[in-house]
């Protein structure tokens, strides 16, 4: 791997622009933006584009094919996160006091359950390159396929095998998480839009580069 300022974890050679890869797509990129958990552009997050490793990408070109042939576009919320932002999320659990945006995204939680709970992590493997955040878009609606609940919900709703809500809620997550295991990739246990490859190239690598196309292009 080369080495970018004497630091393995600001190389981006092993990365690309998802959105080359599977140009189907649909990217609403949450940590960009002001609408998630904190209620704020999260650190890093230069640019609305999912990234992710050459690896996970080729992954994920299958899963949409596949889905595509379906009627299903794959929706990304986010892909590679670098390590800046984790440990903003982490001073926000432990320090700030705010929590203007917890009705939307933990209404039954207290903001240091979140971590004791494994829906934020101090070390995320989304800092590793190859896990995304996602879900299937209805190319005959243009809308969100229904799962039950929305992302970044933290609760228990949001478990994959949670029974509690429709059969059709259910069998819409089990054709994303099936489809998302037939072409590699693991799901977690509390998350039905979290995926992860399971044989990533970089399982021990915390990447810290922002999120930006241009970035890799340096």
């Given at each position: ?72 576009r794959l929706k990304i919320f986010d892909a590679y ?70 992302f970044d919900l933290f609760s228990p709703v949001s478990h994959p ?58």
């Amino acid at each position: 791997m080369k080495v970018y300022n004497n630091d393995p974890c600001m190389d981006p050679s092993g990365f690309v622009v998802l959105a080359d890869y599977v140009p189907a797509i649909v990217q609403e990129i949450r940590y960009y933006s002001s609408y998630n958990f904190i209620g704020e552009r999260i650190d890093g997050y230069e640019e609305p584009c999912a990234l992710l490793t050459a690896e996970a990408a080729r992954a994920l070109k299958a899963v949409s094919n596949e889905l595509f042939v379906q009627g299903y576009r794959l929706k990304i919320f986010d892909a590679y996160r670098p390590a800046c932002a984790v440990k903003q999320f982490v001073l926000w659990g432990i320090e700030d006091q705010d929590i203007r945006m917890k009705q939307y995204f933990y209404p039954e939680l207290d903001k240091q359950e979140l971590f004791e709970k494994g829906y934020i992590a101090g070390k995320s493997s989304h800092s590793r390159g190859s896990a995304v955040d996602l879900t299937l878009l209805d190319m005959k609606t243009g809308k969100e396929v229904d799962m039950g609940s929305p992302f970044d919900l933290f609760s228990p709703v949001s478990h994959p095998d949670e029974r509690s809500i429709t059969q059709e809620q259910y069998q819409n997550r089990m054709l994303l998480r099936n489809t998302m295991i037939s072409s590699g990739f693991e799901p977690i246990y509390c998350e039905w839009w979290h995926f992860t490859l399971k044989d990533e190239p970089y399982p021990d690598t915390y990447f810290n580069f922002p999120v930006s196309s241009s970035y890799l292009k340096r």
